[in-house]
T-cell receptor, first 118, second 111 residues
Framework: NAGVTQTPKFQVLKTGQSMTLQCAQDMNHNSMYWYRQDPGMGLRLIYYSASEGTTDKGEVPNGYNVSRLNKREFSLRLESAAPSQTSVYFC?????????????????FGQGTRLTVV | LAKTTQPISMDSYEGQEVNITCSHNNIATNDYITWYQQFPSQGPRFIIQ???TKVTNEVASLFIPADRKSSTLSLPRVSLSDTAVYYCLVGAYSSASKIIFGSGTRLSIRP
């Protein structure tokens, strides 16, 4: 059971280049999330997907696009990378178990992608 | 999710009990209180969740007073490996809901 898998783990881009960060989960979760974390800071939500086929903006969506390809996969695309997007990117998934009621279901995180834009 | 307030940082020593308090004055009736732990260079991981009174697991205890406007995460006999950032989140599950992390509390444990 791999949980949440992110690729790549490290990436260096030149300003203006584009790339897609991949995320896949094998827990059959409905909800998936993309965060960025700058050095010494908390996590900031970029985009999230409540279910397959839906996506919504988070706190810091500018400069990013996302695709919920299917229930397992949620990708994050940088169309024209900027130095301000240098950060660690985390993907997460969450799903409510039967009988869990309204408790805030546990989110599972990937190991992160460390992106540097020069 | 309800807005939460927690200390920016805390220091303690190995073997001590550490208590981190989170304020959430606008907590709603259906809201649960959840704590996450994040080690350097890793994603956050769930520690504990509760609705009222006290919850205990193998990692921590969570104390919630009757008015539920605050909660305290208690880490017994901490070690150097407990050095991490701890996040307090308050809310009820909805598949459409965002998960917003605040700045968290940076806990440093010294020998």
């Amino acid at each position: 059971n791999a949980g949440v898998t992110q690729t790549p783990k490290f990436q260096v881009l030149k300003t203006g280049q584009s790339m897609t960060l991949q995320c896949a989960q094998d827990m059959n979760h409905n909800s998936m999330y993309w965060y960025r974390q700058d050095p010494g800071m908390g996590l900031r939500l970029i985009y999230y997907s409540a279910s397959e086929g839906t996506t919504d903006k988070g706190e810091v969506p500018n400069g990013y696009n996302v695709s919920r390809l299917n229930k397992r996969e949620f990708s994050l695309r940088l169309e024209s990378a900027a130095p301000s997007q240098t950060s660690v990117y985390f993907c997460a998934s969450r799903g409510r178990e039967p009988g869990q009621g309204t408790s805030l279901a546990e989110a599972f995180f990937g190991q992160g992608t460390r992106l540097t834009v020069v | 999710l309800a807005k939460t307030t927690q200390p920016i940082s805390m220091d303690s020593y190995e073997g001590q009990e550490v208590n981190i308090t989170c304020s959430h004055n606008n907590i709603a009736t259906n809201d649960y209180i959840t704590w996450y732990q994040q080690f350097p260079s890793q994603g956050p991981r769930f520690i504990i969740q509760g609705y009222k009174t006290k919850v205990t697991n193998e990692v921590a205890s969570l104390f919630i007073p009757a008015d539920r406007k605050s909660s305290t995460l208690s880490l017994p006999r901490v070690s150097l490996s407990d050095t991490a950032v701890y996040y307090c989140l308050v809310g009820a599950y909805s598949s459409a809901s965002k998960i917003i992390f605040g700045s968290g509390t940076r806990l440093s444990i010294r020998p």
